[in-house]
């Protein structure tokens, strides 16, 4: 479908006048109904940059309780370089993805030594720090520094393939969003599109009624995302649940695995060593697998290399998302 405002000669961007509505339209909405949320209440860099490297990957509501935790313990950017890995990683456990807690804690640093503690408002600088990439240099540039950086991701990425009725990707995409930009309110530009990708352009069911670009919209829900169907793998698992006085017996990943380096677990157990009723079912999902955990509760395997930790210091260790749901579960924490 040809919309009739854009170009003749490219079917991504808008002509000017219906570029100046479509900034009208998206800031108006944005004033109007935008959500709360704590990130939103000032433009502190720290604080913006810790939500959107929290967000990636996560939705809002699963991030609001540890943004918030998170920022108890470290409340500035210099507090956050000067903590143990572990303790970060405590912090962030239940989040998943423990590498953005590891990239943050190194830009920290760096931010500290190199910048004597002031955020880089640059998008170069931005994007020298570890774990900052394109679209998180310019959402913390035009959010906390108003400079005319468009961000691009997966809500954006739907809402502009709707709107011109055509899929984009990679460089053209990230062009029509900067021909949209508002250079006047370019953060408050991004956090609508944003917005109005997580609360209106559904990824199944777009609001096309309620929405305050419909008629500038190519498509106007008629273009559904379609999704390839996800394989998930299914495996069960088996893990030992070993209690002492007060005490858990723990084991810790090898630092140098590739997945969840150095984060605490329950031991686990080849079926072979299952010789007594399970206690605890989990169901757990990882990328495409499906787990089932079933938990035994009594002595670990003797060759398992670990340590009993009292169950007051469990909560301050950086423990798999799994392990966490297992003795939350198990009501050890
Ligand atoms: S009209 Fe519908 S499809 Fe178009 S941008 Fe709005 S919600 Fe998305």
Redesign the pocket.
Same mark, same amino acid.
């Given at each position: 479908m040809k919309h009739p405002a854009m170009n003749s000669d490219d079917r991504r961007k808008f002509d000017a006048l219906t570029t100046r509505r479509w900034r009208q339209r998206l800031l108006s909405w944005y004033d109007h109904n935008r959500r709360e949320l704590p990130w939103r209440q000032d433009r502190d860099p720290y604080r913006v940059w810790l939500s959107e490297i929290m967000l990636q990957q996560t939705r809002v509501s699963a991030v609001l309780d540890h943004y918030c935790r998170f920022l108890r313990r470290f409340p500035t950017v210099q507090r956050l370089a000067a903590a143990r890995e572990s303790s970060v990683l405590a912090a962030w456990s239940g989040l998943g993805y423990y590498r953005r807690a590891r990239m943050m804690h190194a830009a920290a640093k760096a931010i500290v030594k190199q910048h004597g503690g002031k955020f880089p408002g640059g998008i170069a600088d931005l994007r020298a720090l570890p774990g900052i990439g394109r679209y998180t240099a310019a959402a913390i540039a035009s959010i906390v520094f108003n400079a005319p950086a468009a961000v691009v991701d997966g809500n954006v990425e739907?809402?502009l393939g709707?709107?011109f009725g055509a899929g984009l990707a990679g460089e053209p995409l990230w062009q029509t969003a900067e021909a949209l930009l508002s250079r006047r309110r370019p953060g408050d530009f991004n956090q609508a599109m944003m917005e109005?990708?997580a609360v209106?352009?559904?990824p199944r069911q &777009?609001?096309?009624s309620i929405? &305050?670009?419909?008629s500038l919209?190519?498509?106007?829900?008629?273009?559904q995302q379609v999704k390839k169907p996800i394989r998930q793998n299914r495996r069960d698992i088996y893990y030992a649940l070993d209690r002492r006085n007060s005490s858990i017996f723990l084991v810790q990943r090898p630092k140098h695995a590739s997945l969840m380096p150095g984060l605490w677990e329950l031991p686990e157990i080849p079926i072979s060593s299952a010789s007594r009723p399970f206690s605890l079912t989990v169901r757990h999902s990882i990328t495409v697998t499906d787990y089932r955990v079933r938990v035994m509760r009594g002595p670990v395997p003797v060759q398992s290399r670990g340590r009993w930790v009292p169950k007051t210091r469990i909560p301050q260790l950086p423990l798999t998302g799994l392990a966490r749901k297992i003795l939350r579960q198990a009501q050890v924490i």
């Open positions: 739907r809402v709707r709107v109005l990708g209106v352009c559904l &777009p609001r096309c929405c &305050p670009v419909f919209c190519a498509t106007r829900g008629s273009l």
